[in-house]
């Protein structure tokens, strides 16, 4: 057999999938920046469905309140459909980080994406025998399987989209990781808002049983523009010089446990505090504009201020984009989360001067302010820490794992946040106290943790944490020219 010529010149583009030798680092493969980058998007950009899907239900449920009254709001349904989601998501997180390690990270997408498009789209046309409790029931068994498919994109989308940043400009890569992931589940939160909003308005509150069920299937649309991108992608350069065939439990165990459960624990923090506010954000302005429980204030109003709170995630995130890039991941995370503590901590001190009509500008203002904070904090940097601080050969299991801790944090604070604002006995002004005291304690909490046990992260992070994996599992015995795709393996001996 002929010996493959694997030279090249600086900036000629190979046609030659397997020109990635393991002695030339990513970056330096030959390919233009559109080859580079479109990987990214079309990897990581499903997240705009998660948020979508996630935040579009909370408006949903406001709008099912406001047609089933106490029948619905009383009853133990509203709570079920929200976080039952959560659970299908991190069956869905672990199930396809373990695929996507295995199997494939381009399957894997493919396998989830079709699981969201078909269940977003049942959801849409839940009906259950035409009773309000068979109803209940349809939407959430197709709520827990839409989530199955929104969490394969955390450990499938996610890690390949961090994996093909490795071939980006270095100082540039944490920005594009957080453009194509984050920015997409922030920007897909604003619109779980502001479609219901302006399809409210169109239907108007007459047919409010067609809004929240036009709302609610326009989530499967985004997902299919989705799949059709993905069918062309390829396996990340990284994914295939470090895929592994055999996996050494203990030693990954060893290796990885306390870096997992300190990104976790982290994580299990942010999506606490992120997802219970949002999807208390319109329960709590209708408190405001409607102090006496008369439904006076007309429900696209309470959409369009819930738009303008989640519309504030959007510029922390960009801006955070370049903070992480600017003074690293870890010390972005932990000076967000300290400015974020501190805010909440001040909301609570004027709380009372907040909660009326005439002031609900000023708390939908400091409310994004808070929020834009948790962006340039954990938000955008605990997807990008937890893909960075894994060697690429489980990194779909590490970060799968440590995504579905953050999505029990959203379980745990769905049921959690009721009770607080419960605490506060009839006191609205108590009402809305307790949640921010509580949540400011966590975000200080989080930033001691970081402080603490992350370690610091670089541009270069992900080949160098490889590097350094390989060399323990080589220490320990293990075999480590066996790693790597089928395909990388005889291009290798070729």
């Known amino acids: 057999m002929m ?45 705009f469905s998660d948020g979508y899907l996630q935040s579009v239900i909370g408006s949903a449920t406001t709008i099912l309140e406001t047609i089933y009254g106490d029948a619905f709001s009383n009853s133990n349904a509203r709570r079920n459909i929200v976080s039952l989601t959560f659970v299908g998501t991190v069956v869905g997180q672990i199930g396809f980080g373990f695929l996507s390690d295995y199997w494939s990270r381009k399957n894997s ?17 839940a009906y259950g025998g035409g009773t309000l409790d068979g109803m209940v029931a349809a939407l959430t068994a197709y709520r827990v399987l839409v989530g199955i498919g929104i969490g394969g994109e955390y450990p499938a989308g996610s890690v390949a989209a961090s994996e093909a940043t490795a071939e980006l400009k270095a100082g540039t890569r944490n920005r594009w990781f957080i453009f194509a992931t984050n920015f997409q589940l922030d920007i897909g939160f604003v619109a779980g808002t502001l479609v219901p909003m ?41 994914y295939r010089r470090n895929k592994m065939n055999k996996y050494p439990y203990l030693l990954i165990i060893r290796y990885y446990w306390f870096r997992l459960l300190t990104v976790s624990v982290i994580w299990f923090i942010y999506d606490m505090l992120t997802y219970s506010f949002s999807l208390y954000s319109s329960a709590w302005l209708d408190l405001i504009l409607n102090p006496s429980g008369n439904a006076t204030t007309p429900l696209w ?123 506060g006995g ?25 402080i603490t046990c992350l370690p610091k992260i670089d541009q270069n992070f992900i080949e160098e944490e490889d590097n350094k994996f390989k060399a323990y599992l080589e220490s320990k015995g293990y075999d480590t020219s066996t790693m790597g795709t089928t395909e990388h393996l005889q291009a290798l001996v070729e």
């Open 3 to 47: 010996e493959k010529d694997n030279t090249y010149s600086p900036g000629e583009v190979q046609s030659d999938d397997y020109v990635d030798r393991n002695d030339v680092s990513v970056a330096e493969l030959p390919t233009s920046f559109w080859s580079r980058i479109w990987p990214v998007f079309a990897c990581g950009a499903g997240l």
């Open 109 to 125: 997408l493919l396998v989830s994406t079709t699981i969201m498009i078909i269940f977003a789209a049942l959801s849409a046309g």
């Open 198 to 238: 302006i399809v409210v308005l169109a239907t108007t509150q007459k047919h409010l049983r067609a809004a929240w069920r036009i709302s609610l299937g326009i989530g499967a649309v985004l997902p299919i523009c989705m799949l059709i991108m993905r069918t062309k992608l390829k396996e990340p350069v990284e």
């Open 301 to 423: 109003i309470i959409l369009g201020w819930s738009t303008l709170i989640n519309a504030f995630y959007c510029p922390g995130s960009f801006i955070g984009a370049f903070i992480s890039d600017w003074i690293g991941p870890k010390y972005s995370l932990i000076v967000g989360v300290t400015l974020q503590g501190t805010i909440g901590f001040i909301m609570t001190g004027i709380y009372k001067y907040l909660d009326t009509n005439a002031h609900v500008a000023g708390f939908v203002v400091i409310y994004g302010i808070f929020l834009a904070l948790g962006e340039i904090g954990p938000g955008n940097n605990i997807g990008l820490i937890a893909s960075k601080t894994s060697s690429t050969s489980v990194r779909g299991q590490y970060y799968g794992i440590a995504a579905a801790f953050g999505k029990l944090g959203g379980f745990a604070g769905n049921y959690i946040f009721p009770y607080l604002i419960a605490d």
């Open 426 to 450: 009839s006191s609205t002004i108590r009402q809305g106290q307790i949640p921010f005291y509580f949540s400011s304690g966590m975000c200080f909490l989080s930033a001691i943790i970081a």
